[in-house]
């Protein structure tokens, strides 16, 4: 299995697997907020065009991001994230969209997957569940924004299994990585919506005290429960709403900036 750790390069820093891009050509990476240009309350590294943020200082901070990362910021690719169940196949009409511009970006669309070389899928976050799966060959990724409606519609399997059906892979095969997010400690639903959840996936009862749920919990169950090997999912075990120092939360502040998470095949 391959892990995650919080790298730093300079300013900037983000969870990262060293190991991964040695030895797959993978890279994948779930930002924090900091390392940016960006003023309160979107200080420093929101890379979301839509809060409202100054779009100059937007891009620059992508700029950042992409010169450390060492991947082409014009390559971009990018979901209009709508917390739908909609999944999309990147391929070359489709690399770039959205990299300048939410104008851009690839319509009604919550998870791309790609067999494409150096063509980064970023998704952006402050709560919501970022997940990236990868092929253990590196034949192709995808990345997921799963906020409790994308997780109730099970947009993640549904990005496996177009994964699977698109490249001929096979699940047994994949590796997961689940970036930080809002976790059960301070992500209390209303009763009917935590109900809908127990009537849907019967474990809910048993896992979660009433009326908090774990999402990142939730999508990993799903995973596991049609095959992915347990050993290959790794998550970042951490609360953005909790830990504000180091990420962008909507639950804590409904005008506040956007983390990311991004992968791509070298």
């Known amino acids: 299995m391959f892990n995650l750790s919080l790298q730093k390069e300079g300013d900037l820093s983000s969870y990262t697997s060293p190991e991964l891009l040695k030895e797959l050509s993978v890279l994948v990476a779930f930002t924090t907020r900091s390392g940016g240009v960006s003023l309160t309350p979107f200080n420093s590294l929101n890379l979301a065009f839509h809060v409202d943020d100054n779009p100059l200082n937007v891009s620059k901070n992508r700029e950042i991001l992409c010169s450390t990362l060492k991947i082409n910021p014009d390559s971009l690719t990018v979901p209009e994230q709508v917390h739908s169940d909609g999944v999309k196949v990147v391929d070359l009409n489709l690399k770039g969209s959205g990299a300048f511009s939410d104008k851009t970006a690839i319509k009604k669309t919550d998870a791309l997957v790609t067999n494409l070389k150096n063509t980064p899928l970023i998704i952006f976050l402050a709560d919501c569940v970022p997940i990236i799966l990868v092929e253990r060959k590196a034949k192709a990724v995808g990345i997921v924004h799963a906020g409790w409606q994308g997780t109730y519609k099970e947009i ?17 095969e994949m590796f997961v990585f689940i970036g930080p997010s809002v976790k059960s400690c301070c992500y209390e639903v209303s009763s009917q919506l935590f109900k809908n959840f127990v009537d849907k996936f019967s474990f809910v009862e048993k896992a979660f005290d009433r009326n908090f749920l774990d999402l990142q919990y939730l999508n990993k169950l799903q995973l596991v429960k049609v095959g992915v090997p347990e050993e290959n999912i790794c998550v970042v075990n951490k609360c ?27």
């Open 156 to 172: 993640t399997l549904k990005t496996l299994r177009l994964m699977e059906k698109t490249y001929n892979l096979s699940i047994e």
């Open 240 to 266: 953005t709403c909790c830990e504000e120092e180091l990420f962008f939360s909507y639950r804590r502040g409904k005008v506040t900036g956007r983390q990311a998470a991004l992968v791509t095949i070298l």
